[in-house]
């Protein structure tokens, strides 16, 4: 398993020269909130939080019912009432689950997943590795 943080690691060891998209793709059969769990991340990305609720809910993966988001938003700052109607109404489920038909289309399979310059990577995600492979195809792409 990943620890917390993996991503923002890489984030912040390549600063500007790395352009990161996030996409979500909730594995509902393994995680039977990871779509609200989605949906929430999302809500917080629209009052500018969504790196704090992404920690939080890597972090608490275990409890991410309805309840334990809405603290989990109120936890990272958010406003609560407008998550909780947010949630309620589905304002997010459409981008979540439309996220997760490209990924699919893409040949994601699982989490996490990258693509580096538009390929799959497929191999070890540590931290270092992943700077390493990042790098090189930086070179790479510089080259043509």
């Known amino acids: 398993m ?3 943080g993996f991503v923002q690691q ?5 600063g500007d020269r790395l352009r990161f998209a996030f996409r979500n793709f909730p594995l509902t059969q393994i995680h039977e909130h990871a779509e609200h769990a989605a ?11 969504f790196w704090p609720m992404h920690d939080w809910l890597f972090r608490h993966q275990a409890t991410l019912d ?7 938003a109120q936890e990272v700052g958010l406003d609560v009432e407008r998550v909780r109607r947010e949630l309620a109404e ?13 990924g699919i289309r893409s ?3 699982g989490t996490p ?7 799959r990577h497929d191999a070890d995600y540590g931290v ?7 790098e090189h195809a930086g070179m790479a792409e510089s080259r043509r």
Request: glycine fraction near 8%; charge should be neutral; avoid cysteine.
């Open 39 to 49: 949906e929430v991340a999302e809500a917080a990305a629209a009052q500018g939080k």
């Open 90 to 102: 589905g304002t997010y489920r459409a981008r979540v689950r439309e996220d997760f038909a490209t």
């Open 2 to 4: 990943l620890k917390t």
């Open 107 to 109: 040949g994601v399979n």
């Open 128 to 134: 270092e590795t992943l700077l390493a492979v990042i």
């Open 66 to 72: 309805d309840d334990s988001l809405v603290a989990g």
């Open 113 to 119: 997943t990258f693509y580096i310059n538009g390929v």
């Open 10 to 14: 890489v984030r912040r060891a390549l």
